[in-house]
């Protein structure tokens, strides 16, 4: 699916122009065409080689998915390689999805998958304030790289509300599921890595066109893109500081578990000790009570009238001596 805005030397404003007007447009130097494409085909991709005479390599970039921002520079325009990000909070996943921007003397042109409704506003803005597009295509550059670096910040508040979560959980000793506060805490790790990889090159990408690296930027244009620089370094500074806040977070955790399992060990051995006294005591009278149990004809102890009595009173004097010795000892 193709949208166009065409605006002619500064003043009228198309919308969808027919792709087979492209070319004579361009060729005035005072319009400016703003092509984007939602999910192209064959018929797209052949319409950028056509029309706006792209490089091979830098179409088949466009037609697949790259792993990291990037900038090329030909010799009529530039390829921007540019990343968004799609969250979606209901089920926490976070993603970047690339967005593909040629830009070159009088025209831009966006090609992403699926939907963008940054894409959409920001048309919508320059269909209702074409004096913006007539700065130059540049600018129009930097109003989608600033709309979606903007929506880069809410996810701030996302993260804070995660690690507040973890830290919570971790203070009020709630690690009996282990295994989904790992989940949760890798997760998060996982997802801060990922932007991390993604906004860095980014960084790189929106540098290079602050300074001016390429004719197809203006003196006006680089200012833009040095507030959006600054915007995109203040997040990648606060997402360096999520990894160490959740690397400390980790810590803590692990820190917690282990003062936990050393508990139970302790609650162990306090138990396993009890147990021994009482075997160790026990053994002795085990040793009476088989001794007088075994089935002699003739034993003399048996044939005493007070030697049950007799039985039971030394056991209970080899009880209570051995429970007075552990007590000497510190064991009981």
Same mark, same amino acid.
């Given at each position: 699916?193709?949208?166009?805005?065409?605006?002619?030397?500064?003043?009228?404003?198309?919308?969808?122009?027919?792709?087979?007007?492209?070319?004579?447009?361009?060729?005035?130097?005072?319009? %400016?065409?703003? +092509?984007?494409?939602?999910?192209?085909?064959?018929?797209?991709?052949?319409?950028? !080689?056509?029309?706006?005479?792209? &490089?091979? +390599?830098? =179409?088949?970039? !466009?037609?697949?998915?790259?792993?990291?921002?990037?900038?090329?520079?030909?010799?009529?325009?530039? +390829?921007?390689?540019? &990343?968004? =990000?799609?969250?979606?909070?209901?089920?926490?996943?976070?993603? @970047?999805?690339?967005?593909?921007?040629?830009?070159?003397?009088?025209?831009?042109? $966006?090609? &992403?998958? /699926?939907?963008? &409704?940054? %894409?959409?506003?920001?048309?919508?803005?320059?269909?209702?304030?074409?004096?913006?597009?007539?700065?130059?295509?540049?600018?129009?550059?930097?109003? %989608?790289?600033?709309?979606?670096?903007?929506?880069?910040? @809410?996810?701030?508040?996302?993260?804070?509300?995660? =690690?507040?979560?973890?830290?919570?959980?971790? +203070?009020?000793?709630?690690?009996?599921?282990?295994?989904?506060?790992?989940?949760?805490?890798?997760?998060?790790?996982?997802?801060?890595?990922?932007?991390?990889?993604?906004?860095?090159?980014?960084?790189?990408?929106? /540098?290079?066109?602050?300074?001016?690296?390429?004719?197809?930027?203006?003196?006006?244009? $680089?200012?833009?893109?040095?507030?959006?620089?600054?915007?995109?370094?203040?997040?990648?500074?606060?997402?360096?500081?999520?990894?160490?806040?959740? $690397?400390?977070?980790?810590? #803590?955790?692990?820190?917690?578990?282990? /003062?936990?399992?050393?508990? #139970?060990? /302790?609650?162990?051995?306090?138990?396993?000790?009890?147990?021994?006294?009482?075997?160790? %005591?026990?053994?002795?009278?085990?040793?009476?009570?088989?001794?007088?149990?075994?089935?002699?004809?003739?034993?003399?102890?048996?044939?005493?009238?007070?030697?049950?009595?007799? #039985?039971?009173?030394?056991?209970?004097?080899?009880?209570?001596?051995?429970?007075?010795?552990?007590?000497?000892?510190?064991?009981?």
């Amino acid at each position: 699916m193709m949208t166009s805005l065409a605006l002619e030397r500064g003043k009228k404003l198309t919308k969808n122009m027919p792709a087979g007007r492209f070319k004579a447009f361009l060729r005035d130097r005072r319009n %400016i065409l703003w +092509l984007d494409m939602k999910n192209p085909g064959k018929e797209e991709f052949d319409l950028l !080689a056509n029309v706006f005479d792209f &490089h091979p +390599l830098s =179409i088949e970039d !466009a037609r697949k998915p790259q792993e990291l921002p990037k900038i090329d520079e030909f010799n009529k325009y530039i +390829l921007v390689v540019f &990343h968004r =990000i799609a969250h979606n909070r209901r089920i926490g996943r976070i993603e @970047p999805k690339e967005i593909d921007i040629f830009l070159g003397r009088n025209f831009i042109v $966006s090609v &992403h998958s /699926n939907s963008s &409704h940054g %894409i959409e506003e920001v048309m919508d803005s320059m269909e209702k304030k074409p004096h913006i597009m007539s700065l130059g295509p540049d600018i129009v550059l930097h109003r %989608i790289m600033d709309y979606f670096t903007d929506k880069y910040f @809410p996810l701030i508040r996302y993260f804070d509300e995660k =690690i507040d979560e973890l830290e919570e959980s971790i +203070l009020k000793g709630k690690v009996g599921k282990t295994q989904a506060i790992l989940r949760k805490m890798m997760k998060l790790k996982r997802d801060i890595l990922e932007l991390k990889q993604s906004i860095g090159p980014q960084r790189i990408v929106i /540098n290079r066109l602050s300074r001016r690296e390429t004719p197809f930027i203006s003196a006006r244009g $680089s200012v833009y893109f040095r507030d959006v620089y600054d915007h995109i370094l203040r997040f990648y500074t606060e997402l360096e500081t999520y990894r160490d806040l959740i $690397s400390s977070t980790f810590e #803590a955790y692990l820190s917690v578990v282990s /003062n936990r399992m050393t508990e #139970a060990s /302790n609650r162990m051995n306090e138990v396993m000790k009890t147990l021994t006294i009482i075997a160790t %005591i026990f053994l002795p009278l085990t040793f009476v009570t088989g001794l007088y149990g075994m089935n002699f004809r003739i034993m003399p102890e048996l044939l005493w009238d007070y030697g049950y009595y007799l #039985a039971l009173l030394g056991m209970l004097v080899i009880a209570i001596g051995m429970l007075i010795f552990f007590r000497k000892r510190g064991w009981v």
